[in-house]
């Protein structure tokens, strides 16, 4: 029979991952047993703490967060229309590790950061948001799915319009482009772990903003279960996979590797 722990790491598909270190049940026993925790500090909507075995980098790192925090969930309130999920305030545990941010359920509200190399506090701070906005999109419950693609590009292009700087290394638009490109449009994939449907929805919703020029508070409030229906839903009418596909390889042509550093493309010329 599994332990406890591997249970947990089971069930948590709620996951920020970076490629090169998996959110398993060692990583789970680590945020939970490998050292205590210090509060770094209090705001309005977080507690900041850091795992004392981090030192003076994990109190920079929670200082780095506490610093950005509240500016950020102002403006994911903006998007999301004035919402505040319930069971607030957030938790945000700084660990040791580089697998990226998980929490346990989309509606969490105590999210775990790792501490990559312990001196860049913005990259806590964007693996925090990302999360963040899951427990958003689980509040609002209107078709972004944290644990599916759809839900799982959300966190992912808003966290990085808040923090642009920060998503080397979790980029996904090259995994996509770079594969027999998938319709991930028209259909989600049930899973926010698979990089091929998770680089479609960033491309996708980068071009929903980026070219046809939706504001992101528009594009929130029309989530639904696909991110072809949130188009039509925008746009009127259900050309969304062809219109954005054609456009993509007219550009990048399939079969020809794309490099592509980040998950936005747009604009392109029509």
């Not at 990259?123 to 799915?145: C, H, K, P, T």
């Not at 772990?193 to 070219?211: E, R």
Request: hydrophobic share 40%; charged share 15%; with cysteine.
């Amino acid at each position: 029979m599994p332990d406890a722990e591997s249970v947990i790491a089971a069930r948590v598909a709620h996951v920020l991952r970076h490629p090169l270190e998996a959110v398993t049940a060692e990583t789970v026993h680590r945020s939970h047993h490998a050292s205590a925790y210090i509060e770094a500090g209090v705001t309005e909507h977080f507690i900041v703490e850091y795992q004392r075995n981090l030192g003076y980098a994990g109190q920079v790192l929670a200082k780095g967060v506490l610093n950005d925090c509240e500016r950020d969930f102002a403006q994911l309130t903006a998007w999301f229309g004035g919402l505040v999920p319930a069971g607030l305030p957030f938790r945000v545990s700084v660990v040791r590790g580089s697998f990226g941010a998980f929490h346990d359920t989309c509606a969490d509200t105590h999210i775990r950061c790792a501490a990559f190399n312990g001196h860049n506090a913005e990259l806590v701070e964007m693996l925090n948001v990302a999360e963040v906005i899951e427990v958003f999109s689980a509040a609002q419950n209107a078709g972004w799915n944290c644990g599916a693609s759809n839900g799982e590009g959300l966190s992912r292009v808003l966290a990085t319009e808040l923090h642009p700087s920060q998503l080397d290394g979790f980029a996904t638009a090259a995994d996509w482009l770079n594969s027999s490109r998938g319709n991930f449009v028209d259909h989600t994939e049930p899973t926010d772990v698979d990089a091929h449907s998770t680089g479609c929805s960033v491309l996708f919703l980068n071009y929903l903003h980026y070219q046809l020029g939706h504001d992101w508070t528009t594009i929130v409030a029309h989530g639904r279960p696909t991110l072809g229906a949130t188009y039509k839903a925008i746009e009127g009418h259900d050309d969304g996979w062809p219109r954005f596909s054609a456009l993509v390889s007219r550009h990048y042509r399939p079969g020809i590797h794309a490099h592509v550093p980040g998950d936005n493309i747009f604009p392109l010329m029509e």
